[in-house]
């Protein structure tokens, strides 16, 4: 989940500005949280707090209360100050960059994918932004559990339709800022898939110049299951974390992760 907040807070300078190459600072005075992290935590409290729909969308509203200038997409942002909150039937990636933490709180690839869609549902119902949400979920659980990199290509290609053949090279010239899951999942998990470790992966997809902190956000969180996360990087993305949110991360790697944590 840290390899999410991380991808976030690295690629967080780019999104608008795109960086067509890996060499850059990985953080920087600019550097700071979005609402891909806000949502990711409130993700991992709403596991904690049960996991059911209405878990979700207490989470969610209510962090995403406390950080309203998250940056957030215009019918997500009225959604957090709805009385009676509806799907809106999005396929933004929004469903993807949250979901790491159900891949750490269940321990079957089928709880997994059943979990991430109904993390998503909640406001991304479009059949797209579901699988958005499974995908990344599964690909953060297989790399937990030992699965290799081809292993993880193969399924998440033949069980959501994803072209994962290509590399890093060959999208990064027409690489564009796309905020759909369809657009950007895809392109995260290639950029994992083609890292040597777990800055590295944070590198290549925020060089690929599309929605960065958000492809930068789903390529960490699985780098993360693979790799872990060299402590320096650790430590500078949690400082830049405010109190409540450190707690919460806190809260969800002591009781959900760290039995698990392999790295």
Same mark, same amino acid.
């Given at each position: ?29 600019? $550097? ?10 409130? *993700? ?50 929004? $469903? ?5 933490? *159900? ?103 925020? $060089? ?56």
């Amino acid at each position: 989940m840290l390899g999410a907040i991380i991808g976030d807070i690295a690629g967080s300078v780019y999104e608008f500005h795109p960086h067509k190459s890996k060499d850059f600072p990985l953080f920087s005075e600019k $550097s700071a949280f979005t609402d891909d992290t806000v949502m990711t935590l409130a *993700v991992a409290e709403a596991l904690m707090n049960g996991g059911a729909e209405e878990d979700y969308i207490a989470s969610m509203q209510r962090w995403g209360r406390r950080y309203p200038d998250g940056g957030y997409g215009g019918r997500f942002f009225g959604w957090l100050f709805q009385k009676e909150p509806q799907p809106y039937n999005s396929f933004g990636n929004g $469903s993807a960059m949250r979901v790491s933490p *159900v891949a750490w709180f269940y321990d079957s690839l089928e709880a997994v994918e059943n979990a991430a869609a109904v993390s998503a549902r909640v406001t991304h119902n479009h059949p797209e932004g579901v699988k958005g949400a499974q995908a990344t979920a599964a690909a953060v659980f297989l790399a937990r559990t030992g699965h290799g990199k081809g292993e993880v290509r193969n399924y998440l290609s033949a069980r959501f339709g994803y072209d994962l053949s290509r590399t890093c090279d060959e999208i990064r010239p027409g690489c564009h800022f796309d905020e759909t899951c369809q657009g950007s999942v895809p392109e995260a998990i290639i950029a994992w898939l083609d890292s040597d470790g777990f800055e590295d992966a944070i590198r290549n997809a925020v $060089s690929l110049g599309g929605d960065s902190d958000t492809q930068a956000a789903v390529a960490g969180a699985i780098a993360q299951a693979e790799y872990g996360i060299p402590p320096e990087i650790a430590r500078e993305a949690y400082r830049r974390l405010d109190v409540p949110l450190q707690a919460l991360a806190d809260d969800f790697f002591l009781r959900v992760m760290k039995p698990k944590y392999r790295r």
